[in-house]
Every structure is written in C-alpha cells, then in structure tokens.
C-alpha cells in the first residue's frame, strides 16, 4: 500500500491522505458549514489524535467567519510542513486511523465525521460535519 493517495473527488476539490493527515483542499477558499456554524477554508484537514475537536485558526479576532479556537501546537507545524496555511485550514482531530475513509458519491465518510461537498445533506448522521456552501 503507498504511503500516500490522491483521488479526484470533485472538479475542484483533491484528497490526500498520508498516514498521519487526511487533507481534503476545495481549491479556494469556500464557506463551510460545519457543527460549530460557518467557517471559511480552503482545506480541511483530519489529524489523528485522542480526542475529537475541530479547530480553526484566523488573523481576524473578530469575524465570526474567520474564528475558532487555536490550532493546537503539535497540528499547526504538521500543517505548514505538508504546505497548508494553518489559517485556511479547517481542522478536525479524530482518533480514527485517517486511512479509515470511505466516499459515497460527494460525500467523504470517516467515524464520526462528514464532509458534504455538494451542499447541505437531508440529514446529518453523525456530531462532526461540515457541507460546502453553494
């Protein structure tokens, strides 16, 4: 198995995942919305870790657009070092192996987490998402 896979999901969106990091990039930056409200962010990234958070750093302290809580220490560096702007990254902490993924037409599935690239679902499965706003 290779160390790393890359998959069109969308005319605009690639996936990449690494055994440490599952990198979805839009291609610009887009609004999201997402279990904690709406966000804007060019990537989204699931890191592996022991608890289950999303996070999102901003220059801006007061757009809530733009704010989140701080990207912690250990994830920001993993981020700049696989080239992606800690604050164009929507970030979710999962403890799940980021190889444990699955895509049913333009959804990307993981436990406990959706991404909705074709807009807001009918429902929505489980306590972490995020939907792409058209």
Not at 12 to 27: F, H, N, P, R, Y
Not at 66 to 77: E, F, K, L, N, Y
């Amino acid at each position: 198995m290779p160390n790393d896979l890359e998959d069109r999901i969308d005319l605009m969106a690639s996936l990449k995942v690494t055994e440490q990091m599952l990198v979805l990039d839009l291609g610009e930056i887009r609004r999201l919305e997402t279990q904690d409200g709406p966000r804007l962010a060019r990537f989204i990234a699931v890191v592996r870790d022991v608890g289950a958070t999303c996070t999102r750093s901003s220059r801006n302290g007061n757009d809530p657009l733009r704010d989140g809580p701080p990207i912690p220490r250990v994830t920001g560096p993993g981020l700049i070092r696989s080239g992606i702007p800690p604050s164009e990254a929507l970030v979710y902490s999962l403890s799940a192996d980021p190889w444990e993924f699955d895509r049913i037409g333009q959804t990307l599935i993981l436990p406990g987490l959706r991404i909705y690239l074709d807009g807001p679902p009918e429902f929505v499965e489980t306590p972490l998402y995020a939907w792409v706003s058209r």
